[in-house]
Structure formats: structure tokens, C-alpha cells
């Protein structure tokens, strides 16, 4: 099942508009999303990303609520195993 999952932005750095990426946490587990579509992104701030693409911002408890779903229905399993 493809689900967007929320992460924090840890940094950002790039070309804007188009060519901007940013150091992402899931749950520690970090890796390298596109921010192009959500260009007023900055570290500290929430993001649904889905395949590679921050789609919008959250706010911290919605994000913190995603993850706990995702966790209960096991879905966090495959973030973890791409991680390794």
C-alpha cells in the first residue's frame, strides 16, 4: 500500500523553485525528499511526502497522529527496511 507518511525537516538546500531538497526525519530514520511543492517548507516544519515529494505541511500533532496509525496497522515496517 503507497501512504503518504509525515516527516520533519531537519535542513534545506537547493535551487528554489524547482530544484529544492531537504534532509527529512521519519521517526530518525532520515533521507533526502523534494520540496518543490511545498516552497515555504522550513526545518522545524512537518511534511506529507509520498514517494520521494513533500505534497503539504502539517502541523506536529497531525503528524504525530499519522505516525502512530501507521505504526499501529504496521506500515512503518517498510520505511524501516528501506532505511537499512
Known amino acids: 500500500m503507497c501512504l503518504a507518511v509525515p ?3 531537519l535542513s534545506v538546500s537547493g535551487n528554489p523553485p524547482y530544484d529544492v531538497v531537504g534532509k ?8 533526502e525528499i523534494n520540496l518543490a511543492y511545498v516552497p515555504d ?8 511526502v509520498h514517494v520521494g515529494f513533500a505534497l503539504s505541511r502539517v502541523d506536529e500533532e497531525e503528524a504525530n497522529q499519522v505516525f502512530q496509525y501507521l505504526d499501529r496497522i504496521d506500515e512503518l515496517s517498510e520505511l524501516r ?4
Open 7 to 9: 516527516g520533519k525537516i
Open 24 to 31: 527529512v526525519s521519519f521517526g530518525g530514520i532520515v533521507k
Open 41 to 48: 517548507a522550513r526545518p522545524g516544519d512537518f511534511v506529507m
Open 81 to 84: 527496511e528501506e532505511s537499512s
